[in-house]
């Protein structure tokens, strides 16, 4: 049997990254393996557990055929590392941190994913990618409105199942309902 690709997608800042480091430990007791995305940014002002590299080198290993998939948003470019197909074909289910903007084509790879994403409302996601100090008020600003013209995908426009996430109250309550999510598509797949 082989294992499914959980595509969990949502708007900078709303804590994917933090849902993701506070599930690890549980996820991988299930046989779930988090990926680690390649982004051209600097690794230390990364905020994830990622990889940074520089545009060349992430060109480089995209025209290598290096990623299973990869998109560029908000200035960088996101590459997820061929290697989850190994793991998806020993039967591991892989979750990754993915774009709004790219779940079609990563559909099209993988027709049996299971799309979750993570809301938070705009004034939370605002004081959240402040808080953080990655970005200028311009790049804030930015995201925002992306996130607003990502809106439809929320409303099911793709025609596809989108499993939805609020991670509005506690973590912990988030990570539960997560690992609940998984368990319900499993048993339903």
């Not at 607003?148 to 426009?157: D, F, N, S």
């Amino acid at each position: 049997m082989s294992g499914r690709l959980i595509y969990l997608m949502g708007p900078s800042g709303s804590g994917k990254d933090s849902l993701l480091n506070a599930a690890r430990e549980r996820l991988a007791e299930r046989g779930c393996v988090i990926v680690r995305r390649v982004i051209t940014r600097s690794a230390e002002a990364l905020g994830e557990d990622a990889i940074g590299v520089t545009p060349a080198e992430f060109d480089q290993h995209e025209a290598s055929g290096g990623f299973a998939l990869s998109w560029r948003a908000n200035g960088l470019a996101y590459g997820i590392p061929r290697q989850i197909d190994d793991w998806l074909a020993a039967g591991q289910d892989v979750l990754l941190n993915g774009s709004r903007g790219h779940l079609s084509q990563a559909r099209q790879r993988y027709p049996d994913l299971l799309a979750i994403l993570l809301q938070v409302d705009e004034a939370a996601l605002r004081q959240r990618l402040q808080a953080r100090g990655r970005e200028s008020t311009e790049q804030i600003e930015a995201r925002l409105a992306r996130s607003r013209t990502l809106q439809p995908l929320e409303q099911g426009a793709d025609h596809a199942e989108v499993r939805v996430l609020n991670n509005s109250g506690p973590l912990e309550q988030t990570v539960s309902q997560l690992l609940q999510l998984i368990s319900d598509a499993r048993v339903c797949a």
